[in-house]
C-alpha cells in the first residue's frame, strides 16, 4: 500500500495539492499560502526577545544572558587584609567540573615600608606545593614586585585547584597592608550536576 509522507498544502482555492516547492497552484495560479499573521507576530516577538536578551545592558538582559550561556561569577577575595613580613597570605579556590571559558580578573594595592609593595601570584595545587618549599615553579600570573596591579589570568577549561598568593617574603621586617579584588569568570554549558549524578552511579 502506498503511504504519502509529510503533511499535504491544498491550494485555497481549488483544493489542488501543492508541491512541495511549488510557489502556486498548477491547476488555477492560485499563490501558496504563507504564514498566519498570528504566526507572523508570534515570530517577529520571539527574535525581538532573543536580539534584547543578546545586546541589551538592561540587569534582566544581562541576566537572560547568563542564564542561558551558564555564566559564572565568584568572588576570591575582596577585603583588606595584611601580610606579616617573610611570610605570604593565600586565597583558595576550585574550579568545578565542566567549566569552560575560565578567567580570573582583579585589582590589588599594597602598602607599607618605603617601597609600598608585593609579590602576587596564581598558581596551580601543585605549583603552590613546590613554590611554598622554595622552588620556582610556572605560574598562571605573576606580578612582580609591585605597589599595584592587574590581574587578568586565563586559565584551563576544566576542574582544578588553584591558589592567589599575595608574598611579603622578601621584605625583612615590614608588614604590607594589601587592599585586593579578585574575581573567577567562568560558564558551565554542562550543569555540574550532571557530574555529580554520574559519579553517584558510578558512570
Known amino acids: 500500500m502506498f503511504v504519502r509522507e509529510g503533511v499535504s498544502v491544498l491550494c485555497k482555492k481549488c483544493g489542488t495539492e ?5 510557489k502556486e497552484c498548477v491547476k488555477c495560479g492560485q499563490p501558496r499560502p504563507g504564514l498566519p499573521v498570528a504566526a507572523l ?16 545592558d538592561n540587569t534582566l ?10 555564566a559564572q561569577t565568584q568572588t576570591i577575595v575582596d577585603v583588606p587584609f595584611s601580610v606579616e613580613p617573610q611570610k605570604s597570605s593565600y ?22 615600608g618605603s617601597e609600598n609593595n608585593v609579590e602576587v601570584y596564581l598558581l ?13 615553579t610556572s605560574n598562571h600570573y605573576e606580578s612582580g614586585r609591585v605597589t599595584k596591579g592587574s590581574i587578568n589570568a586565563v586559565l584551563p577549561p576544566g576542574a582544578g585547584v588553584y591558589y592567589l598568593v599575595f608574598s611579603n617574603k622578601f621584605s625583612p621586617k615590614t608588614p604590607k597592608a594589601i587592599h ?3 574575581l573567577l569568570h567562568y560558564r558551565s554549558l554542562i550543569g555540574e550536576w550532571i557530574f555529580r549524578a554520574k559519579d553517584w552511579l558510578g558512570l
Open 18 to 22: 501543492l508541491q512541495a516547492n511549488a
Open 41 to 56: 507576530v508570534v515570530l517577529v516577538v520571539i527574535i525581538g526577545a532573543i536580539l534584547w536578551g543578546s545586546f541589551s
Open 61 to 70: 538582559a544581562q541576566e537572560f544572558r547568563d542564564n542561558v550561556t551558564g
Open 91 to 112: 586565597y583558595k579556590f576550585t574550579v568545578p567540573t565542566g567549566a569552560v571559558g575560565v578567567r580570573l580578573t582583579g585589582e590589588f594595592t599594597a602598602a607599607g
Open 124 to 136: 596551580t595545587d601543585s605549583a603552590f606545593v613546590a613554590w611554598s618549599n622554595g622552588y620556582s
Open 180 to 182: 585586593a579584588t579578585a
